[in-house]
């Protein structure tokens, strides 16, 4: 949930019934897990850094992030997909991945773990690294020191310049 004012999102609450943890933010005055200050994590390469990202579970086949995934899955110590991108940017802003990114969210979905990153100390922006808009088609949200990393990471991506091609499976494996 978040609160908007004359076009800026001033506060953001993320709740995860599952942990029973409520991470929030208020511009200009840090992020909170309850109640308690959180900050990004201080990983500085994406060889270490841990991240996440979200796709459809039906037809993700046909999921162009799906190619993302395995590029970042085999670059990177590891890629999550809890199911939840608020949970997602929650978890960059405490430290617990280092970048979260994704394609085709709503505004909704964002507005609330944008701020709190940002309030936590990281960086927001869409995949090509250019300022974010909530109505923009894609998004990522990182500690800050892996952003560069990552965009460029995304422009080879995007190029087709994939340093990890699928393998083909022949015979028994």
């Known amino acids: 949930m978040a609160l908007e004012r004359q076009g800026e999102v001033i506060a953001g609450v993320i709740f995860d019934p599952t942990r029973d943890e409520m ?21 500085k390469t994406l060889d270490a850094a841990l991240v996440s990202t979200g796709f459809p ?34 978890y960059v802003a405490c430290g617990r991945v280092e970048a979260f990114w994704e394609i085709g969210l709503n505004p909704w979905d964002m507005a609330a773990g944008v701020l709190i990153v940002e309030e936590a100390g ?3 922006s869409d995949m090509y690294g250019n300022k974010l ?17 990552l965009v460029g990471l995304f422009q080879r991506i995007l190029n087709n310049e994939v340093q990890y091609p699928m393998v083909e499976i022949t015979g028994d494996f």
């Open 23 to 43: 991470f929030s933010a208020e511009r200009g005055s840090g992020a909170f897990l309850n109640g308690k200050p959180i900050r990004v994590s201080k990983t």
């Open 57 to 90: 579970s039906r037809r993700r086949h046909l999921n162009v992030n799906v190619h993302f995934y395995y590029q970042l899955a085999m670059l990177t110590h590891g890629v999550r997909r809890a199911g939840a991108a608020a949970i997602d940017f929650a």
């Open 122 to 124: 990281g960086r927001t």
């Open 133 to 149: 808009s909530l109505t923009g088609r894609h998004v990522m949200a990182d500690n800050g020191l892996v952003h560069d990393e």
